[in-house]
């Protein structure tokens, strides 16, 4: 399989503006930020998406996030916070070595997120379908 280019600034091949490391996970700046400090924070393992992630790797991924997540929102000023992973291409991942966004947010900077849908089904039975996967 063909490194990603994350697996590639794990590596220590090409360079990224790090904010913090530990033994399983790392946290750098977004190279192309949608806000002034959005950071990445991704396992230093190989995972093609966050499902991919096997349990006991999870813990230390979630507090690494939670860690970088409050110290950006203080560095910037934050008024808020998204906290996002992209899962597959239709979901908008393009580089597929598991990573979460966190992306400051002000009341006026003009992101506009998720779009309203209407479903077709209740909400009851779409709440009981997806409980018949767990
Ligand atoms: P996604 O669309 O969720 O896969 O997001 C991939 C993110 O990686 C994008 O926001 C890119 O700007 C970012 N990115 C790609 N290459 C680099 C790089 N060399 N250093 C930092 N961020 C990168």
Same mark, same amino acid.
């Given at each position: 399989?063909?490194?990603?280019?994350?697996?590639?600034?794990?590596?220590?091949?090409?360079?990224?503006?790090?904010?913090?490391? &530990? &033994?399983?996970?790392?946290?750098?700046?977004?190279?192309?930020?949608?806000?002034?400090?959005?950071?990445?924070?991704?396992?230093?393992?190989?995972?093609?998406? *966050?499902?991919?992630?096997?349990?006991?790797?999870?813990? +230390?991924?979630? +507090?690494?996030?939670?860690?970088?997540?409050?110290?950006?929102?203080?560095?910037?000023?934050?008024?808020?916070?998204?906290?996002?992973?992209?899962?597959?291409?239709?979901?908008?991942?393009?580089?597929?070595?598991?990573? *979460?966004?966190?992306?400051?947010?002000?009341?006026? &900077?003009?992101?506009?997120?998720?779009?309203?849908?209407?479903?077709?089904?209740?909400?009851?039975?779409?709440?009981?379908?997806?409980?018949?996967?767990?």
């Amino acid at each position: 399989m063909e490194e990603t280019i994350f697996i590639k600034i794990v590596n220590g091949k090409i360079p990224c503006n790090k904010i913090y490391e &530990d &033994d399983k996970t790392l946290a750098f700046l977004d190279i192309n930020p949608v806000s002034e400090g959005h950071t990445l924070v991704i396992t230093k393992k190989e995972y093609k998406d *966050f499902l991919d992630v096997p349990e006991e790797e999870l813990e +230390s991924l979630m +507090s690494t996030v939670h860690k970088i997540a409050k110290a950006v929102k203080q560095a910037e000023n934050a008024e808020g916070i998204n906290v996002t992973t992209n899962i597959g291409k239709a979901a908008g991942q393009d580089v597929f070595h598991v990573h *979460f966004h966190i992306i400051p947010r002000f009341s006026e &900077d003009g992101i506009k997120l998720w779009p309203k849908n209407k479903d077709a089904k209740s909400n009851e039975e779409i709440a009981q379908n997806i409980a018949k996967y767990l």
